[in-house]
């Protein structure tokens, strides 16, 4: 018999206990189905007094009891279990799910374990009628659940990685006297492509957004590295800072094919100079208390071009006058916004939200999106 | 998709049908970099058959215009969809990977 508090405690850790449905599992699931021609098919994981279906066929819910269930007998023994008919075999054939609902008469399961061994769950096939299950059909069995495993452990691996990521960003962002401001990022998938960050250093806010291109784990890294880069040496102007990230960036074009724009720029919080330098990112706006925009773009290539194309990088720059509003935003926010009028959009929600109430609308809209990109947007507003 | 190669006299015209992807963005670099050892330094892009193109197809552009500029010369493309000019747009590298409406005027035209 296996240790229960230990089995629940490594299937707590993989975190995938009430997760969305994974297209990733949910293909072994089917392709278990056309394969067996079974009518149920599900991915149980055993927790505490239920089952959580991470993934099912034919069995109409994402819950069920975990007492009687024959996914409880497969994890507690952590062996395989084929049930040919269960209304022929003693230990089963008085068992609720034979006698009642869904009336089962074969099962066979292949145990799911956590990284640790710990068996989790189970990846079965069920049918109302009884079957025969050789040991071919069990060969096949075992290694759809070792897929089944994989992935589910790679789900806990982009876990910790989000975790990682999530502790990147600014904890809080800096209280300036005389500013408001706000920030959110919100990725489409577990990791984001876009990392920010906003520094208070001697009176000059430091705001920094690095966007790679793509979506997923090369992208997260690059945006990580990026933003790691351009934050060491804070002493560094902005223009060093790029000039330096594009050194070191320089492999990640061409051989990984990624591409990182940014934007690196300071806040003189007393004057509302900004000195700002785009390296191809060219998102970045500044809402005047009088309702004009200003879009404030340098033709700065993206990062890490090589010495082959680079250009020397130069500054851009204005002032936020009190009432004056600077939006910085990844392109992702362009996706979910009125095409004909974004500006409009955002101007419109600026006035009638605060940055704060702005950003969170910016989060709700990427949350609703049809096809979700990563969204990052920050929003610097010189109140006095 | 389908990747292939003609050479004329001045340039070389690699010609990519479908999807440019991550599945076709190493192909392109190593085509690049053959033609480039064999002394072919100019090389335009046909994309006007390419279907869609994402962020690693254009990672692979950048990455062969650069083994180009290395050698002395110079790639560029030709008859590119909207979707990637407006993102080469985006980004300034408009200024650097130049659209020509065909592989013939890319490098005839100057």
Redesign the interface.
């Known amino acids: 018999m296996i240790d229960e508090a230990r089995r629940q405690a490594a299937l707590e850790a993989m975190n995938i206990l009430d997760t969305p449905a994974d297209e990733r599992v949910d293909r072994v699931t089917r392709l278990a189905q056309q394969m067996f021609g079974v009518p149920m098919v599900s991915v149980s994981l055993i927790d505490r007094d239920r089952q959580f279906r991470k993934s099912e066929i034919g069995l109409g819910g994402r819950e069920a009891p975990r007492k009687d269930s024959f996914c409880d007998y497969t994890v507690r023994h952590d062996a395989a279990l084929v049930v040919e008919d269960a209304s022929a075999v003693e230990l089963f054939a008085d068992n609720p799910f034979v006698t009642g609902d869904p009336k089962l008469r074969f099962y066979a399961a292949q145990p799911l374990r956590a990284p640790g061994g710990e068996p989790v769950g189970t990846l079965c096939i069920l049918d109302t009628a009884p079957r025969s299950f050789g040991e071919a059909d069990q060969a096949l069995l075992r290694d759809l659940a070792s897929w089944v495993q994989l992935e589910l452990a790679r789900d806990q691996e982009l876990g910790h990685a989000a975790l990682v990521q999530h502790a990147l960003r600014p904890a809080e962002l800096p209280r300036v006297p005389g500013y408001t401001i706000a920030a959110a990022s919100q990725a489409a998938g577990r990791l984001a492509g876009d990392m920010y960050d906003l520094v208070l250093r001697d009176g000059v806010l430091r705001f920094t957004l690095a966007d790679a ?2 979506k997923g784990i090369g ?1 997260a890294m690059a945006a990580v590295f990026t933003r790691a880069s351009l934050a060491t040496a804070p002493g560094r102007s902005v223009v060093e800072a790029i000039d330096e990230a594009d050194v070191l960036l320089e492999c990640l ?7 990182v ?1 940014a934007v690196h720029a300071d806040i003189d919080t007393a004057s509302g100079a900004v000195e700002l330098v785009d390296a ?3 998102l970045t706006f500044v809402l005047r208390a009088d309702g004009t925009f200003e879009q404030l773009r340098s ?4 990062l890490g ?2 010495a ?2 680079a250009e020397e990088r130069v500054a851009t720059r204005t002032v936020l006058a009190p009432g004056d509003m600077l939006i910085c935003c990844s ?1 992702g926010l362009l996706d979910i916004l009125d095409e004909q009028d974004p500006f409009g959009q955002v101007a419109e929600t600026l006035k009638v939200l605060d940055p704060d109430g702005a950003v969170a609308e910016a989060v709700r809209l990427a949350r609703l999106a049809p096809a979700p990109d990563d969204v990052t947007v920050f929003v610097i507003r010189r109140d006095r | 998709m389908n990747l292939s190669t003609a050479v004329q006299e001045h340039y070389a015209v690699i010609s990519i049908e479908g999807r440019f992807t ?1 599945a076709v ?1 190493p192909r392109l ?1 190593e085509e690049a970099n053959d033609l480039v050892a064999e002394g072919r330094k100019n090389i335009v892009v046909d994309l006007s058959a390419a279907t869609f193109i ?7 552009l ?6 180009a ?2 050698a002395g010369g110079d790639l560029r493309i030709a008859a590119a969809p909207e979707h990637v000019l407006s993102v080469l747009r ?4 408009d ?2 990977l130049r659209n020509h409406p065909t592989p013939d005027a890319a490098f005839n035209a100057g």
Not at chain 1, 253 to 259: E, I, P, R, T
Request: glycine share 20%.
């Open positions: 291109m793509g992208p074009q061409g051989d990984a094919s990624l591409f724009t191809g990112h060219g033709t700065g290539l993206p071009m090589g082959a194309i392109d | 991550a963005a670099r994402d962020s690693s197809g254009l990672g692979a950048i990455g062969a215009l650069k083994t500029r290395v985006l980004t300034n590298l200024r650097v």
